[in-house]
């Protein structure tokens, strides 16, 4: 170990060389991965709050919650006959409804804050019961109460300049808000979300049934609509099946619903599994190049070496200890490289401006790292295996 570390010492310009090669590769590993898993959880951070077993959707949905539609006889019975269908009754079922409805949105003309004002953006209203566990924790403000008051995501406020007492305006209806509240992170398909109470927008798919039931009913009754017109109005997307149910997924579904694990569920967001597999073979194919470049590189640099490795087996050290040297000596370059290429890394991330998705994953960190370090020690390895079998004088000449 004191023979690596005094030639590290002896030879700074070479091994400040190799560091900067290493930082360079894992800086642009760690910072593309930063990009891609931001990418990726831009599109799912409001479904991972929901804490879901699997999501009830219409068949017809092919797995979309945007497309699906759920009606109140639907609803009834699939959460059962004690459930109060009230779209503004606090519930603590462990089935809860929500709408999902995408819309253009902006901030009214007569909102506190003057940085955004006649400014369109991309939002995802999520209607909700009050108190809903669907909803992710405040980081500002307070909750919801009411149809005309909303928690939104704090994205919202970083991105587009919404602040608190704001009133924002959603959809063609132009529905108005009160942004009373920011929660944590919570984007559906890269766009933040909206959270207010269920009922207090008009879903598409219900403006269709409800004027095609209009017809209907001037055409049958009068223009009176019968409890059977009632049961099949449209009051939710989807209904989530929380991880605290116990049976939730064990009863039988009523006809025209399908119960979607929430894994498939996230898979079906669209877009999403095509942006998370080019991203993974992107990052597979730069993390394996990138190893197999510093592997290559500390082997020819470690080939180079045989002379010294020749003067030391004439002095009588054996092939173990030269192994060790060499061993530590890599570990200690590769593990410098990497950290210092993760910091940068970091300070990168840190320095993005709000509207760049990006993100920090340890699980993928770490993973990276190791195949880094890995394979600058396995380079390491050869090269000890093919320098260590010459013999002493023939290594010398």
Known sequence: ??????????????????????LLVSYLSFFLTALSFGLAQANRTSVDAWNARSVILSDDANGVV???????????NAMGSSHNSDPGTAGTNSVEPISVLPAVTSISQDAQSTTGIGKDFNAVLFGVRDDSTLVPPLVEG???????EAVA?????????????????????????IIVGFTRSSEYNTSPVVYVRNGSFTLPAALAAQAGLAAQATRDSGGQKTAVDEGRDIVASALVVTSRSSTGTA????????????????????GYQAQVLTFVLMLGFLVGISALIVGIFIYILTIHKRHIFGVLKAQGYSNGFIARSVLFQTLLIAVAGTVWGLGLALLTVSAMPPRVPV???VYWYSLIGGILILSCLLGAVFSVIAVTSVDALEALS
């Open 66 to 76: 945007v497309s699906s539609s759920i009606t109140r006889e639907q609803e009834k």
């Open 359 to 361: 993100s920090v994953s």
């Open 142 to 148: 307070r909750q919801a109460k009411g149809a005309s």
């Open 153 to 177: 995501s704090i994205s919202l406020k970083t991105k587009d300049s919404v602040n608190l007492g704001d009133t924002i305006k959603a959809g063609k209806a132009n529905d108005e808000y």
């Open 251 to 270: 009863t039988a579904l009523p006809d025209g619903l399908v119960n979607v694990d929430i894994k498939d569920f996230i898979n079906s967001i669209p």
């Open 1 to 22: 170990m004191i023979i690596a570390w005094k030639e590290i010492k002896e030879s700074k310009g070479r091994y400040i060389l190799i560091c900067a090669v290493i």
